[in-house]
């Protein structure tokens, strides 16, 4: 997205303010009339007419022309045809047959609902509730996808009639208390999720005597976690601190599920004080202190320091931290526990329940100064939507400081560390590939900038390339059903074997690599579950095998799919005869 504009009643629109570039022209229709086109006059993205831009000049004449969508409209009730009864607020979603997203309209207090600008096709139709009694319900009266009914549409044609009678939905009840009788605060809260179903989730406030009710859930098992502020921590049914001891609660449509009480366990806490350095003042409001557990888990608390410099960190569990403080005015280097210069040098503090471990004073510095200049290819300015920024990696890889590029390309970065910092320099599209400085791959090549509180560190430029792209599929050889809930993975290695990116397979199977700098790659696909394989592309069984993908500037490039081989079932064990006499 670049820019927008609205159609007059004429059907005129402008959109002014564009760099020079290649572009695609939108149209949509927002009362539900009109399908989605395309310049060109195309239905989708891909299939468009791409409308080329110059400095300073106009691209005229180019029409779209806008075909009357289909409709779906019906009522919601409630169960068995009743009005509605204890009904807030909902929508309805019009998904493919895959279940992909096409659209959503909105349920008006009479129960009415219509959804238009549909193109011809087979839909499914599902209400979502966000509070009360009925659950996720979906046309033809169920409450699971692979259930609901479907409803044909026509272009220029209404389906009409397609009432959905909302299911009641199951409840969890209980009470909340703490194990050292202390009061609840007043955002005290309980959520309960299903374990294999990502459609069933809600939440209830604690009364002042702990109850809460949970309504509107589908079937099935759930887990259910407590939190509060008052140094309490988190807590999953029966009262343990981590997901996978919790005892899943079973819940069944329009009952109840009660007695699910369990409580809160009081934390430890760290407390000390941040100070300015000397002769200086601390703009309290703009500080933040963290703690990092041994685990590498953060518990960031922003604001928490007051006009002395004083802190408490609260709801810590039993463990060891170490403590970072941040300057958001971006004047003053990154402090850490015990005064070290990195975290990883940083004083370990042992908290322990409903005990404080004292941390003592800390004193910022004054942070350095790197400035520069980021383009793109040939010096070429990169669009202020390209939202292009840098970010600052002390010697141990920490991120230590970030900046954002103005309009002309210039950036300031403040807060640093003395000492040795690696850039990256990136940009939110990906019409660019992210690059470390003089034109590195990766943090450690990077050449490091020296930095001094002296004098910045100036004209640390960069031109960032222009980004290709990957783009492929993963199959099962047997055309059996890939696991679909993040177990199969996809990495990107560069030319010198540094990994560049994991990402989880799309359910559809596809993967999607931006962002890439041009260059030679290789792929990986492997199964968590151990039911498939790990391949390298193209069919090959190590890294130094798989065969080699050119990605070029500007330009997208295609895998053939890649087909997964289960393990070859083991050997039947071979018997054989005693001899008489051996």
């Not at 989605?36 to 004449?61: I, L």
């Not at 005290?188 to 859930?217: D, K, M």
Request: hydrophobic letters at 35%; aromatic letters at 8%.
């Amino acid at each position: 997205y670049v820019s927008d504009g609205y159609v007059d009643s004429n059907g005129n629109y402008r959109a002014s303010g564009l760099p020079t570039g290649e572009y695609v022209v939108e149209v949509r229709d927002w009362s539900g009339t009109y399908l989605k086109r395309y310049s060109g006059n195309a239905a989708t993205f891909e299939a468009a007419s791409r409308v080329v831009v110059g400095a300073g000049q106009t691209a005229d004449n180019v029409d779209v022309q806008l075909m009357v969508g289909g409709a779906i409209s019906g009522v919601v009730t409630g169960p068995n045809g009743a009005p509605l009864d204890g009904w807030d607020s909902g929508s309805v979603s019009v998904l493919t047959t895959e279940g992909n997203y096409v659209a959503n309209g909105y349920v008006d207090p009479q129960g009415a609902y219509r959804v238009g600008s549909l193109p011809a096709g087979t839909y499914k139709v599902v209400v979502h509730t966000y509070e009360g009694p009925f659950t996720t319900t979906y046309y033809g009266g169920t409450t699971k996808f692979d259930d609901a009914g479907t409803v044909t549409v026509a272009l220029g044609a209404e389906t009409s009639g397609r009432d959905i009678a909302m299911i009641r939905g199951g409840s969890i009840t209980g009470r909340l208390t703490t194990d050292d009788g202390g009061a609840l605060g007043s955002d005290a809260r309980v959520c309960a999720s299903a374990v294999a179903n990502e459609e069933s989730y809600g939440c209830s406030e604690v009364s002042g005597e702990g109850l809460f009710a949970i309504h509107g859930l589908q079937g099935g098992q759930h887990t259910v976690r407590a939190d509060t502020s008052g140094g309490y921590l988190e807590s999953y049914f029966p009262g343990v601190a981590d997901y996978s001891a919790a005892t899943r609660v079973a819940v069944v449509l329009g009952q109840a599920t009660s007695g699910i009480d369990f409580e809160l366990t009081m934390g430890g806490a760290i407390e000390g004080r941040i100070l300015a350095p000397k002769g200086m003042s601390l703009d309290e409001e703009s500080v933040s202190v963290e703690a990092y557990a041994a685990d590498g888990t953060s518990y960031e608390f922003q604001e928490v320091v007051d006009s002395d410099g004083h802190y408490r960190l609260e709801g810590l569990p039993t463990g060891d931290y170490r403590l970072r403080f941040w300057d958001g005015n971006r004047e003053y280097a990154s402090a850490y526990s015990g005064g070290a210069s990195t975290l990883a040098a940083a004083t370990v503090l042992p908290v322990s329940a409903r005990s404080t471990a004292q941390a003592g004073d800390v004193r910022f510095t004054v942070g350095g100064v790197i400035t520069g200049k980021v383009t793109g290819p040939n010096s070429s300015a990169i669009p202020a939507d390209s939202a292009a920024y840098v970010t600052g990696f002390d010697s141990t890889g920490d991120q230590v400081a970030y900046a954002s590029v103005q309009e002309d390309g210039t950036y300031r970065m403040t807060g640093l560390p003395v000492g040795q910092i690696r850039l990256q320099f990136s940009t939110d599209a990906e019409d660019y590939a992210s690059e470390f400085y003089r034109d590195k791959a990766t943090l450690e090549s990077a050449t490091p900038v020296n930095v001094s509180v002296a004098s910045p560190a100036a004209d640390i430029n960069a031109s960032l390339e222009l980004a290709g792209s990957l783009t492929g599929a993963v199959s099962a050889a047997d055309a059996s059903q890939l696991p679909t809930e993040g177990e199969v993975t996809v990495t990107l290695y560069d030319s010198a074997g540094n990994v560049r990116d994991t990402r989880e397979l799309w359910e559809s199977g596809d993967f999607t690599f931006y962002g890439l700098t041009p260059g030679s790659y290789r792929v990986k696909v492997a199964d968590s579950t151990g039911a498939f394989l790990t391949e390298y592309f193209a069919n090959k069984a190590t890294l130094a095998s798989a065969t080699p993908i050119n990605v070029a500037a500007g330009a997208p490039s295609g895998l053939a799919t890649i087909e997964l081989d289960r393990p070859a079932a083991p050997s039947a064990p071979t018997n054989v005869a005693a001899t008489p006499g051996n």
